[in-house]
């Protein structure tokens, strides 16, 4: 099964406009937090697990681990996932930020009973393409279950303004994805690993 997958959120703006565009199309979701921000906006992590989504850790601090050392790392990760469980969250994916994965992320990870988890489709939403533009460009891949990576807020690196062409893509990436055979569903137990280290 596809799966749709989002980073960098909550965001007050646009979190609400992609799970208006999830609820519509009739489709759940996985969402990769970033700790701090799912703090300061609680309210929006309630309403995406009520709606039937997943929600995981990302990062609590946007770095890559590449460039930080482990225990940075640590305090980072071990900081981002009380924050979530002051919300009910128990985190069970770590997708770290950029994907990026140090000689240590992995132990890191598994000490903390995290599985880490990439993506097989990146949308490059990030850059500000439109939807008709990002849909193109990964249609090929949507008939092979896909992970899509998108992101429902701004997150260091962006060079958008906003979101909102990420909430347009929602309706006709799921009738793509159906079209295809496949109907987005949470992660589940499905093995996702981090494509490459960036």
Sequence with gaps: MAALTFDDGPDPRWTPRVLDALAEAGAVATFFVMAGRARRHPGLVAR???????????????????????????HDTDSGLSALGELGVKARRWRP?????????????????????????????????????????????????????????????ATRHGCADTADLVAPLVRGLRAAGSDPAPLGDRSVPVPWPR
């Design 48 to 74: 995406a697990r009520a709606e039937g989504h997943a929600v995981e850790f990302h990062c609590l601090r946007h770095e890559r681990h590449t460039e930080i050392s482990r225990e940075s790392a640590e």
């Design 97 to 157: 930020p950029w994907g990026a994965l140090a000689p240590w992320t992995g132990e890191l990870a598994r000490s903390r009973s995290l599985e880490l988890t990439g993506w097989t489709l990146d949308t490059e939403d990030w850059a500000g393409h439109s939807a008709t533009r990002m849909l193109e460009a990964i249609g090929p891949g949507l008939e092979h279950d896909p992970v899509v990576l998108m992101h429902d807020g701004l997150g260091p690196g």
